[in-house]
């Protein structure tokens, strides 16, 4: 049986956040944002329609995701250098002598070990894939087009074609 592979990249499935990134002995970016623009590329059989996916099913599943993240601090959990404390309707995260405070309701807590693109594909690709129940990739570029990563979903299946 043939597998079929189908890419989705429009400008609406993009999200604007802030983030930093550890990156070991104390050292750490500064707070700064990116517009992230997001990719999404599904494989597999066809359906009773000749449809890999309904495209207006994957865009709304793909809206509710990055709605979570948009114009968010992007927090990772799982970063042991990173500790982060709920006060109240208060976020406080410490770092190497640094506090910063965030409101809560501007905050997403993402279980990664580090809010890099990589990451952000991964578990948006996760997150997908869990929902679509079908292997899934997902490219997350920041602005710039050299920074494109990837991250696919477990599966025995090829990447999909995206021209990175």
Not at 29 to 55: P, S
């Amino acid at each position: 049986m043939t597998e079929y592979r189908i890419t989705v990249s429009k400008e609406s499935l993009s999200f604007a956040a802030g983030h930093f990134i550890t990156y070991g002995g104390g050292a750490c970016e500064t707070l700064h944002g990116h517009n992230y623009r997001v990719g999404v590329c599904l494989a597999g059989d066809l359906d009773e329609h000749a449809l890999v996916y309904d495209f207006v099913v994957l865009k709304g599943h793909m809206s509710v995701l990055l709605e979570e993240l948009d114009h968010r601090m992007l927090l990772p959990t799982r970063n042991r250098e990173l500790q982060l404390v709920r006060s109240g309707e208060e976020l406080e995260v410490h770092h190497a002598g640094r506090r910063y405070v965030f409101p809560v309701s501007d905050t997403v807590s993402l279980p990664v070990t580090n809010t890099t693109a990589e990451r952000l594909a991964e578990y948006l690709c996760d997150r997908l894939a869990t929902q679509l129940r079908r292997s899934s990739e997902i490219p997350v570029p920041e602005t710039s087009p050299a920074s494109k990563w990837k991250w696919r979903s477990p599966t025995d299946s090829p990447p999909c074609a995206s021209g990175t």
